[in-house]
């Protein structure tokens, strides 16, 4: 029989956050959507299934709504939105979706 200390153990190790240093000396770390609370989860899925459905498309509209919608995104799964805003707010739109395609890689073993 398993405790829930041993339980939660296990969900660190499985269920894997993104850290993430901040240009201020901080760090926060982008959690992953199975830790977040119900409330938090459902806006960080909403975000991303936004960001799926213009996945490909390149006009510059799209282009925009994109790296709004992947800032959002990393805000929502973040244990410190309000710094992680800030942070994200100047990045460049390579490092903004290189950070979201790092943040699905290392978050995806641990959803399925």
């Not at 956050?17 to 901080?26: A, E, H, V």
Request: glycine fraction near 4%; aromatic fraction near 4%.
């Amino acid at each position: 029989m398993s405790t829930l200390d041993e339980i939660m153990a296990k969900v660190a190790r499985t269920y894997l956050s993104t850290p993430l240093d901040l240009r201020d000396g901080s760090n926060a770390n982008l959690r992953n959507l199975l830790l977040l609370p119900e409330a938090d989860r459902r806006a960080a899925t909403a975000l991303l299934a936004q960001l799926d459905a213009s996945d490909g498309r390149f006009d510059g509209d799209v282009i925009e709504d994109q790296l709004r919608l992947s800032r959002e995104f990393l805000v929502a799964v973040s244990d410190r939105p309000d710094a992680v805003a800030t942070e994200l707010a100047d990045w460049l739109p390579a490092a903004l979706l290189t950070l979201v395609e790092d943040y699905m890689g290392a978050t995806q073993a641990g959803e399925a």
